[in-house]
């Protein structure tokens, strides 16, 4: 149920919060239609005239609305029952939508049900995507071999694919470990214990791997060990996907045929893992200029530039390749006549039958041509006048060579009159941040790329911001020519960023804030809150045990965090004096981007003063109804006394005659006031009664 604590601004600008950030409907106790925000009518495609006043059951399918299963939901709501889950719904045109939703029943003073409140985030998209993901375990599962394990190597299951391919069923497997397909030695290795080890800490293993199948014959597998994390990140199991490439091993001889061909159609060189040549082909040593017997025994740098050779980027390049990670790419070498030979290359580090690297294979096509000509279309390529976006081309000094109609649009400079100049001479301004524009000059200093979110000015001096992205271009020799900048007019969408962040730090100052991290640990207490709570700092308030998370939130609140869910709640806290502190807060989960929680935020309103007060008045009300009571209890006693001495005076006037006649009338009026006397304690005794209820009700709502 939705305890909405009444009153405060907090509230409303909670309230509006939601309001901007989540679809809202309100309903009836029965289902019907009060009103709805622009979000819930904008997702589900209707106005507000086309369903206020209209039942709920407009927005799901018509077997269902007619359902018991859908009239005991909105029993159960009317009943103050809190609703939260996926919900399948249909939009105005009849389209399929997906709503992570919760109803939430608001009560009034009695307790009552008065309306329901509905607060829902589309989530078709994700719906899919999780439907995708099952369809492609399914695909894998039916054209892989699949085996699953525990993080220490026992079988869980296994399917058909991988029993066919290893000899096995299924009864055979499941409870043994991994170890049943790999050869004795390899068993007791500790390669092996580091290979689970690894797998147990999560670390994703692939390659080609010899195991033994159930008649004792090898099996080559191409294969996958993929660790499978649960909901907080920590791996729980091990999947591995693997293929059969028994075949493929055996037929390798097949390839030297084709090896024969590339080496006809392209330059190959064959190197140690350490870079030493072994051989090259005939189209190698031509396109270099050098003999076999000049190149074989020597290291590869003799085709490099000797600043590169000596480089540690080179050098990590040869680790690399010797660790088995192939390299492709274009690079830049030298012939034996010291001009400059661009490839297009790729370094093939070749595995022995245990999958480990012995050497490198590299396959090249001369492309220095094409490189010249891509240099040259990459000038032209520049020139990008019919881009909405400021183009800024300088020299390698940073001196405008162009700029295009779209820097005229935004600026207001023609290019004429930038031609020569320095961007920033011209377009910095007194309010443009001086550590930007020292990361700036610095990123041209050392020629490298970046991007920046930077103020500007135009020509006639109207501040704007541009999101600037620049990099530099190199000739083919690896010298800086000139830079390039693409620079996008981001004026509103900044100016709404600093306006929200104004926001919320005018909360954050009139507020308690209190935060917590993914593990419950308290990593921020502000000023009020800590003199809330009578804390000289963030140190004491962590080993205040009251603002302990598993302490001040229950488990269910817990749940309804890790879930997303923000809520409006008084937290009661203990001081360590003895006291106790009320807060009117809003605990607001903040989630990444897989919906772990990674942190809750309080923000609160210190109540303590109220509650005290409203406490204090009911221990007086409560006094003065016990003095009320009493008086009253006296009241009716005085009543029944009189009532039996009238009755005792009327027996007497009875046996008086006609003389007791007169005093008979008199004695009738004396009940008759006994009995207004009565009647009128009975109902103090009740106002009482009421006014005790009507305080206990304010008491626990306050």
């Known amino acids: 149920m939705l305890n909405l604590f009444t009153g405060g601004r907090h509230l409303g600008a909670t309230m509006r919060a939601l309001n901007e950030s989540q679809a809202i409907i309100e309903f009836t106790p029965s ?9 819930f009518l904008k997702t589900m495609g209707f106005r507000a005239d086309e369903v206020v006043g209209k039942h709920h059951a407009m927005f799901v399918e018509k077997t269902y609305a007619e359902s018991p299963e859908y009239a005991a939901f909105w029993r159960e709501l009317g009943d103050g029952a809190f609703k939260s889950a996926e919900f399948r719904r249909f939009r105005k045109d009849g389209s399929e939508i997906w709503l992570q939703a919760s109803y939430n029943p608001v009560l009034g003073l009695g307790g009552r049900v008065i309306k329901v409140i509905k607060l829902a985030t589309e989530i078709t998209e994700e719906k899919r995507r999780a439907a995708d993901y099952a369809g492609q375990v399914t695909a894998i599962s039916q054209s892989q071999a699949v085996i699953e394990f525990t993080l220490d190597g026992t079988i869980l299951t296994a399917n058909k694919n991988f029993l066919s391919a290893m000899g096995y069923a299924l009864d055979e497997i499941v409870g043994e470990h991994h170890s049943i397909f790999v050869e004795s030695a390899y068993k007791t290795s500790a390669e092996y214990r580091a290979f689970w080890e690894k797998l147990g800490r999560g670390e994703f293993q692939a390659g080609q791997y010899p195991r033994v199948g159930k008649d004792g014959q090898q099996v080559w597998i191409e294969a996958t060990y993929n660790p499978i994390l649960d909901a907080s990140g920590r791996p729980y199991k091990v999947v591995k996907f693997a293929t059969d490439i028994t075949q493929v091993k055996l037929s390798n001889a097949e390839f030297e045929g084709q090896i024969n061909a590339i080496n006809k159609s392209q330059a190959v060189i064959h190197f140690n893992l350490d870079g030493t040549i ?58 034996k006549d010291g001009s400059d030979v661009w490839i297009e290359a790729s370094y093939n580090p070749i595995l022995d039958m245990n999958g480990r690297p ?30 909405d976006n400021s183009v800024i081309i300088t020299d390698a000094d940073g001196h405008i060579e162009y700029v ?22 011209l377009l910095q301004g007194e309010h443009t941040d001086r550590q930007t524009v020292e990361r700036i000059r610095h990123y041209l200093a050392n020629r490298q790329p970046f991007y920046e979110e930077i103020l500007n000015y135009s020509k006639t001096g109207e501040p704007y911001w541009i999101s600037l992205s620049t990099n530099p271009v190199f000739n083919a020799a690896g010298a800086l020519e000139r830079f ?19 926001r919320i730090t005018a909360i954050e ?30 140190t004491a308030a962590r080993d205040m045990t009251a603002l302990g998370y598993g302490t001040l939130f229950e488990e269910g609140t817990r749940e309804r965090l890790r879930g997303g869910d923000a809520m409006v709640q008084e937290l009661t806290v203990k001081r360590g004096d003895g006291g106790t502190v009320y807060f009117a807060a809003t605990v607001q989960p903040l989630r990444d981007m897989q919906g772990r ?50 009755l005792n005076a009327t027996i007497e006037a009875s046996r008086a005659g006609d003389a007791g006649r007169g005093f008979a009338v008199v004695v009738s009026e004396v009940k008759t006031l006994a009995g207004r006397s009565a009647h009128l304690s009975t109902e103090i005794a009740t106002l009482i009664s009421e006014t005790q209820e009507q305080i206990e009700q304010f008491r626990h709502s306050g």
Request: glycine letters at 6%.
């Open 484 to 502: 390039v900048s693409v620079q996008a007019n981001v004026t509103d969408t900044k100016v709404e960023a600093l306006e929200s962040g104004a």
């Open 597 to 646: 929680l990674q942190r809750t935020v309080v923000y609160a309103t210190d109540t303590t003063a109220s509650r005290t007060s409203i406490e204090k008045t009911r221990q007086i009300m409560e006094e003065v109804l016990d003095r009320i009571n009493t008086t009253a209890t006296n009241i009716s006693g005085v009543s029944e006394q009189t009532n039996l001495l009238a």
């Open 358 to 387: 012995f050497k490198v294979v590299k396959y090249a096509t001369d492309i220095t041509e094409d490189v010249r000509q891509k240099a040259f279309f990459n000038i032209l390529s520049l020139v990008a006048n019919e881009t």
């Open 278 to 335: 072994q051989q090259a082909n005939a189209n190698f040593l031509a396109a270099m200029g050098y003999t076999a017997e000049e190149v074989v025994g020597k290291h590869h740098r003799i085709f490099v530039d000797p600043e590169e050779a000596h480089s540690a980027e080179y050098a990590r390049f040869w680790e690399t390749l010797a660790q088995g990670t192939h390299r492709s790419g274009q690079f830049r070498r030298l012939a």
């Open 509 to 538: 100052q009139s507020n308690l804030v209190l935060e917590w991290d993914a593990e419950g640990k308290l990593t921020t207490a502000n000023g009020l809150a800590l003199k809330a709570l009578g804390l000289p700092d963030l």
């Open 404 to 425: 295009n109609t779209g820097f005229t649009r935004l600026t207001g400079f023609t290019a004429d009159e930038v031609q020569g100049k320095k961007p920033g001479a």
């Open 31 to 39: 289902g019907k239609i009060l009103r709805a925000n622009e979000n």
